[in-house]
């Protein structure tokens, strides 16, 4: 029986832009509960900046605490915490 792997589409990379690193202005940022995660990717596809890849791992100098993958995940494995500066 083979393993059912999620297709990939060519994706975009976060890179700097003319203001700088976009995730120095966030205010609260994700913090993923692997024990919850089903790893069903949706955190990755909706998150608008791309800063979250497939091993879970969030870019925290692109991010910018839209909470959207937060709120994409069905198993609710992700909490948006306040940003401590």
């Not at 990939?8 to 966030?26: I, V």
């Not at 870019?59 to 401590?84: Q, S, T």
Request: glycine fraction near 8%; hydrophobic fraction near 35%; charge should be positive.
């Amino acid at each position: 029986m083979s393993q059912v792997r999620r297709q990939r589409l060519a994706m975009s990379k976060p890179t700097e832009g003319a203001a700088g690193k976009t995730g120095t202005w966030r205010v609260f940022k994700p913090v993923v509960d692997k024990e919850k995660c089903n790893a069903c990717g949706l955190c990755e596809m909706y998150c608008p900046d791309n800063a979250i890849d497939a091993d879970l791992t969030v870019d925290l100098a692109y991010c910018k605490g839209c909470g959207i993958c937060a709120n994409e995940c069905p198993k609710k494995a992700i909490e948006m915490v306040r940003e401590e500066k």
